[in-house]
């Protein structure tokens, strides 16, 4: 059980919730209940929202982003994130059980999305304190300073995420993954 209460369906949510809770579910199909912990508090949701959906328009591609997603998530131990983002992986993404088990890992198949997994650790790791090392590193793999920048705000959106779920105890309403039980 949730230690923060949040609302049943839409119709329970905050006036100024409901629209932005009302397009998620136009979006999904479904409303997470992650969305209806945040939708407690409008602005947070509609800065969560409005986050999510201008880094969706950037230059990541999907795949990478749910490997980040995955590889933050696991680094904070956030089953709930864990959960929700293995199965948009795998159904979204279409990442197989070998990738997600290596972004989990901190690492990824794809070379190139690999050194963006590598690059997001050391970012959640160090709190961002990354060295020069570091920077060329991710530069000499392929990404430009623009795509960088959108690396950080995924580990600064997902740690968030992150947070909010595990300060919560939000139910988990995606297939269970354990963050303790990492396949080797």
């Known amino acids: 059980m949730s230690r923060i209460s ?13 629209p ?8 999904l199909g479904v409303v997470p209940n992650l969305f209806r912990l945040a939708s407690v508090s409008p602005t947070a949701l509609e800065g969560y929202l409005g986050l999510s959906g201008a880094l969706s328009k950037g230059r990541l591609p999907a795949a990478t982003r749910e ?6 998530a696991q680094i904070n131990g956030c089953n709930y994130c864990l959960s929700a983002h293995t199965y948009l992986g ?11 088990a290596a972004n989990r890992a901190g690492r990824s198949n794809d070379a190139k999305a690999d050194a ?5 650790v050391k970012v959640t790791g160090s709190r961002g304190r990354v ?3 570091d920077l060329r590193e991710i530069r000499d793999a392929g990404y430009d300073d623009g795509q960088i ?36």
Not at 67 to 72: D, T
Not at 116 to 120: K, S, Y
């Open 6 to 18: 949040y609302p049943d369906n839409i119709a329970a949510a905050p006036a100024a919730s409901q």
């Open 20 to 27: 932005l809770l009302q397009a998620v579910e136009k979006q």
């Open 67 to 72: 490997r980040i997603a995955l590889a933050v």
């Open 90 to 100: 795998k159904n979204l993404a279409r990442l197989d059980e070998v990738e997600i």
């Open 116 to 120: 963006a997994v590598r690059f997001a």
């Open 131 to 133: 060295g020069a090392k």
């Open 149 to 184: 920048i959108e690396i950080v705000q995924h580990v600064a959106l997902n740690t968030w995420t992150n947070y909010l779920n595990e300060l919560a105890q939000t139910e988990i309403d995606f297939p269970m993954v354990d963050a303790e039980k990492l396949a080797a």
